[in-house]
């Protein structure tokens, strides 16, 4: 099967366009988890027992900031692919003489790499904090109803 150069941007736009949803699903799935932890430890004293729950609610607001972050880093990453289009197309404001182009776009290529394994430490981490955050709240969820029984 032979891709044309439309399947291919319509297929970039729809990763694009599905990794946006799931960053802001996840930023949303947070910010609603630490309102719902908040209400939940409203008037509970600090003590071992609510240390769990605590600690399940930084993990959240860990995970919202390591979100932020992620959306900045993609930007950057924007950024970076507008920058090496148009050093190859010769239309960049910092546009290199021609016997420099090709160490120039190398260079940016290998930025762009790692910035891209930013973006993806960025996201597993975020994610680690929020499931991390569910498991020890559940878990002082369960502590907290075993204590009233």
Do not use: C
């Not at 802001?24 to 609603?32: D, I, P």
């Not at 090496?84 to 016997?99: E, F, N, V």
């Not at 994610?127 to 009233?148: E, K, Y």
């Amino acid at each position: 099967m032979s891709y044309t150069r439309d399947d291919v941007s319509m297929l970039y736009k729809l990763g694009s366009d599905m990794y946006d949803k799931y960053a802001y699903f996840l930023l949303a799935a947070t910010g609603a988890a630490i309102g719902f932890g908040l209400q939940k430890l409203d008037g509970v004293h600090l003590s071992a027992h609510s240390a769990t729950g605590v600690l399940a609610i930084v993990l959240w607001v860990v995970s919202f900031y390591l979100g932020l972050m992620r959306i900045e880093s993609v930007l950057t990453t924007v950024r970076m692919n507008t920058d090496l289009a148009q050093l190859g197309m010769g239309t960049h404001p910092k546009q290199p003489p021609p016997t420099e182009l090709q160490e120039a776009m190398r260079r940016h290529s290998a930025r762009m790499e790692k910035q891209n394994s930013k973006n993806v430490l960025l996201m597993t981490w975020q994610f680690r904090t929020l499931v991390s955050g569910v498991v020890l709240f559940v878990a002082w969820r369960l502590i907290q109803m075993t204590n009233n029984v």
